[in-house]
């Protein structure tokens, strides 16, 4: 899929794929035979026949999981907003190049392929505080890379982030699009002193005047206050709905660039589950907005997917039993009213 346009992506999310209800019926009578009292498995029941909508089998398969994570530098982090250099970027790309970062770890654990996804990480996009951080040809350029990114055989997609100041441009897609400013939404990312925390909230104010003109259309708002890592979530989210591939999101960044596209169209991110709530400032207000309910919160704040890949073995543990425990009939235990 090539989206030449802002218009093309409009016109995407106006004819999204809808999920198998059949088959989800089909996967919560499973459910309700299986040996055990209905529901005593909470939301790992839940997760099992979301996974069975959204990949259309009854009994749903994880053979393929993947992790993508995207990386991309931003100009507004030349406004002191963040506790490290804009060097570590490319520094952590290498990192998990190496096998060396968390999310290595993790994905190991998790039985998931890794695609780390570097996007021009010498040619940051724009102070967002004084022009547009991308015009519409870049933001498409980096939709496209995520789009691409995603296997057409995946069974479940992780997506995850990279970024210095990504947090920033994060809580400026928040104020932009739901309001509040940069007090709402501005945390400390990577550990900002009370100094750096004040310079996010300026630059996230500074921003909303200068593109005050557009704040109503979510792409435009996605292209001018976002960053490429970012436009490539969105991309690979999209990519997935159209593959029918269900999504676990990480932290803030991940939730946040996903954002526009919920603004854009109800029900846009019905295939995506929040994989955890992030300690940083903001994510669980965001993620209200969004009604969306994570499965973990476990204080993490890495970004990288890593909360995200943590939750895809939650999705295993909940696949394991809805396709390995015996239904009363097979047991021969009896059933409740039996």
Same mark, same amino acid.
């Not at 030349?78 to 520094?91: E, F, K, N």
């Not at 057409?152 to 100041?165: F, N, Q, S, T, W």
């Not at 100094?195 to 593109?211: E, N, S, V, Y």
């Not at 895809?312 to 009363?328: E, K, S």
């Given at each position: 899929?090539?989206?030449?346009?802002?218009?093309?992506?409009?016109?995407?999310?106006?004819?999204?794929?809808?999920?198998?209800?059949?088959v989800?019926?089909?996967?919560?009578?499973?459910?309700?035979?299986?040996?055990?009292?209905?529901?005593?498995?909470?939301?790992l029941?839940?997760?099992?026949? *979301?996974?069975? %909508?959204?990949? !259309?089998?009854?009994?749903?398969? =994880?053979? @393929?999981?993947?992790? $993508?994570?995207? #990386? /991309?530098?931003?100009?507004?982090?030349?406004?002191?907003?963040?506790?490290?250099?804009?060097?570590?970027?490319?520094q952590?790309?290498?990192?998990?190049?190496?096998?060396?970062?968390?999310?290595?770890?993790?994905?190991?654990?998790?039985?998931?392929?890794?695609?780390?996804?570097?996007?021009?990480?010498?040619?940051?996009?724009?102070?967002?505080?004084?022009?547009?951080?991308?015009?519409?040809?870049?933001?498409?350029?980096?939709?496209?890379?995520?789009?691409?990114?995603?296997?057409?055989?995946?069974?479940?997609?992780?997506?995850?982030?990279?970024?210095?100041?990504?947090?920033?441009?994060?809580?400026?897609?928040?104020?932009?699009?739901?309001?509040?400013?940069?007090?709402? *939404?501005?945390? %400390?990312?990577? !550990?900002?002193?009370?100094?750096g =925390?004040? @310079?996010?909230?300026? $630059?996230?104010? #500074? /921003?909303?005047?200068?593109?005050?003109?557009?704040?109503?259309?979510?792409?435009?708002?996605?292209a001018?206050?976002?960053?490429?890592?970012?436009?490539?979530?969105?991309?690979?989210?999209?990519?997935?709905?159209?593959?029918?591939i269900?999504?676990?999101?990480?932290?803030?960044?991940?939730?946040?660039?996903?954002?526009?596209?919920?603004?854009?169209?109800?029900?846009?991110?019905?295939?995506?589950?929040?994989?955890?709530?992030?300690?940083?400032?903001?994510?669980?207000?965001?993620?209200?907005?969004?009604?969306?309910?994570?499965?973990?919160?476990?204080?993490?704040?890495?970004g990288?997917?890593?909360?995200?890949?943590?939750?895809?073995?939650?999705?295993?543990?909940?696949?394991?039993c809805?396709?390995?425990?015996?239904?009363?009939?097979?047991?021969?235990?009896?059933?409740?009213?039996?």
């Amino acid at each position: 899929m090539q989206f030449d346009t802002l218009d093309d992506i409009r016109a995407f999310c106006r004819d999204l794929p809808q999920g198998n209800a059949h088959v989800a019926d089909a996967a919560t009578r499973r459910q309700q035979n299986l040996t055990k009292p209905p529901g005593s498995l909470g939301r790992l029941e839940e997760l099992a026949i *979301w996974l069975a %909508r959204w990949q !259309g089998r009854e009994v749903p398969w =994880l053979g @393929r999981v993947t992790i $993508a994570v995207f #990386a /991309g530098n931003h100009g507004v982090a030349g406004r002191g907003v963040s506790a490290y250099p804009q060097a570590v970027t490319g520094q952590m790309v290498a990192n998990f190049a190496a096998g060396g970062a968390a999310i290595n770890q993790i994905a190991q654990s998790a039985g998931a392929e890794l695609r780390v996804v570097p996007i021009e990480l010498d040619r940051p996009t724009r102070d967002f505080t004084v022009a547009s951080a991308m015009d519409a040809d870049e933001f498409l350029a980096a939709i496209d890379i995520g789009y691409r990114t995603v296997p057409g055989d995946c069974d479940l997609l992780a997506v995850g982030e990279m970024g210095i100041a990504n947090t920033t441009t994060a809580a400026m897609l928040c104020a932009a699009l739901l309001g509040g400013g940069g007090k709402r *939404w501005a945390g %400390r990312g990577t !550990g900002v002193d009370e100094g750096g =925390l004040l @310079r996010k909230r300026a $630059a996230i104010d #500074a /921003g909303l005047d200068f593109h005050r003109g557009m704040l109503g259309d979510p792409l435009r708002v996605a292209a001018a206050l976002g960053g490429r890592e970012l436009a490539a979530i969105a991309g690979a989210v999209l990519a997935a709905r159209r593959q029918g591939i269900p999504v676990l999101l990480d932290g803030f960044v991940a939730t946040a660039a996903v954002l526009p596209l919920a603004r854009l169209e109800r029900g846009a991110l019905d295939h995506c589950r929040a994989g955890h709530v992030s300690a940083e400032s903001g994510h669980r207000e965001l993620l209200r907005e969004l009604t969306l309910d994570p499965l973990l919160d476990l204080g993490m704040r890495l970004g990288e997917a890593s909360g995200a890949a943590v939750a895809i073995l939650l999705a295993r543990a909940a696949l394991a039993c809805h396709a390995g425990m015996a239904t009363f009939a097979e047991a021969g235990v009896s059933g409740a009213g039996d």
